[in-house]
Nanobody, 126 residues
Framework: EVQLVESGGGLVQAGGSLRLSCAAS????????IGWFRQAPGKEREGVSC????????HYKDSVKGRFTISGDNAKSTVYLQMNSLKREDTAVYYC???????????????????WGRGTQVTVSS
């Protein structure tokens, strides 16, 4: 059984940093994509970043480019999202998701992802 567990969320002041982790277990595929999504209250879930294992490519939502960095540690089966220069508008529940042989429907299309974590809350205060 595939499980994704997020950690690293919390409360931080604007301008601060957090590093989210997504630990995968039961995942035996060699070709996959790991995406980070977020959902703020009253808003739709949106793609934040994606890491494609097959070619090492990364993708970012425009508003986080230059501030967020996605990376993977195969030995630990963990994908990280380093978030710097956080803004109030980054406040949301952050989810990681995995798509086998993906991304196939666009890296930021949540419908394409096969497995999801339960999320971790990120709150940025002013």
């Amino acid at each position: 059984e595939v499980q994704l567990v997020e950690s690293g969320g919390g409360l931080v002041q604007a301008g601060g940093s957090l590093r989210l982790s997504c630990a995968a277990s039961g995942f035996t595929y060699d070709d996959y994509a790991i995406g980070w999504f977020r959902q703020a209250p009253g808003k739709e879930r949106e793609g934040v970043s994606c890491f494609t294992h097959s070619d090492g490519s990364t993708h970012y939502k425009d508003s986080v480019k230059g501030r967020f960095t996605i990376s993977g540690d195969n030995a630990k089966s963990t994908v990280y999202l380093q978030m710097n220069s956080l803004k109030r508008e980054d406040t949301a529940v952050y989810y990681c998701a995995a798509e086998v042989l993906g991304p196939t429907m666009g890296w930021d299309n949540s419908a394409g992802y096969d497995y999801w974590g339960r999320g971790t809350q990120v709150t940025v205060s002013s």
